[in-house]
């Protein structure tokens, strides 16, 4: 299991579990964050879906990162993301997350998606349904530049916070969100 976008200031945040066949290669397969296009992680993406046993997404919105923080929101995310696979694993291998909540068996391990290929799957499958959704969201907000910056932190985004102030896919909570509400110096 993996996430994507605990790091941007606006935006869900997306948790994948995937079940890869032992002993199966995926060309290409590494952390999402080290595939350097959106073009590359898209075949990866479907290399992926073509090798895996079994897939779960599990989303959490901008209102539960607002309510739970962004670490309970990720793993309320992830505990989705199992529960929409089709059969109850014996164990997670996490990429950095503990799950109390569920009782099965895990593993968690720091920069785990440089370490397991199920890692690196799950934060592929993460960041590409992440990016599609953020997509989605630049359809509706066509002024804040989503396609483009997936909602992180980037000089373009900031300036249209500050020119236009958040809209309701900001996260409020986050602090640079509040300090970007002011006229952009």
Known sequence: MDEAGRGPIAGPVVAACVVLPSGK???GLKDS??????KGREEVFGRILNAALDIGIGISD?????????YGATRLAMTRA??????????????????????????????????SASIA?????????RDRLMAHYHAIYPDYGFDRHKGYCTREHRARIAE???????????NRVLTLELPFQ
């Open 82 to 115: 199992v529960s929409h696979l089709s059969e109850k694993p014996d164990l997670l291998v996490i990429d950095a997350v503990k799950l109390p909540d569920l009782h099965i068996r895990q593993v968690s391990i720091y920069k785990g998606e440089l370490q």
């Open 25 to 27: 290669t995926i060309n």
């Open 121 to 129: 799957a799950a934060s592929v499958v993460a960041k590409h349904i």
């Open 164 to 174: 236009m102030g958040p809209c309701p896919l900001h996260r409020k909570t986050f």
């Open 62 to 70: 901008v209102d539960t990162i607002e309510s739970l923080n962004i």
């Open 33 to 38: 964050k080290l595939i350097p296009t959106e």
